[in-house]
């Protein structure tokens, strides 16, 4: 599985929801569509990260194994975002 391209913004794009109180409504996108919309702004920032984390994750997963030790907390989590075996 591909994840859409691009780098992924979080961006505040109004007020939305019934009665007085109307909650913020975030969406990320990547300049080119949207990837999630209607969220808290940490929850759009946070999945906004997501594609660098992966890669982060890859990159260190790749070092602790070749240190020898123990990385399959974060070859599952890797397997859990892409729907793959690395």
């Known amino acids: 599985m ?3 391209p691009g780098k ?4 505040f794009v109004g007020h939305g929801g019934p009665g007085d109180n109307p909650e913020e409504v ?3 996108n990547n300049g080119h569509a949207r990837i999630a919309e209607y969220m808290t702004e ?3 920032r946070l999945i906004a990260a997501a594609p660098e984390l ?3 994750l890859r990159s260190a997963v790749a070092i602790i194994e070749s240190m020898g030790a123990d990385a399959s907390k974060g ?3 890797i397997a859990k ?3 793959s075996n690395i």
């Open 75 to 77: 070859r599952a989590a």
């Open 54 to 56: 992966l890669a982060a």
């Open 81 to 83: 975002a892409t729907q």
């Open 2 to 4: 591909k994840h859409s």
């Open 8 to 11: 992924w913004e979080a961006e």
């Open 26 to 28: 975030w969406e990320v």
């Open 42 to 44: 940490a929850d759009a």
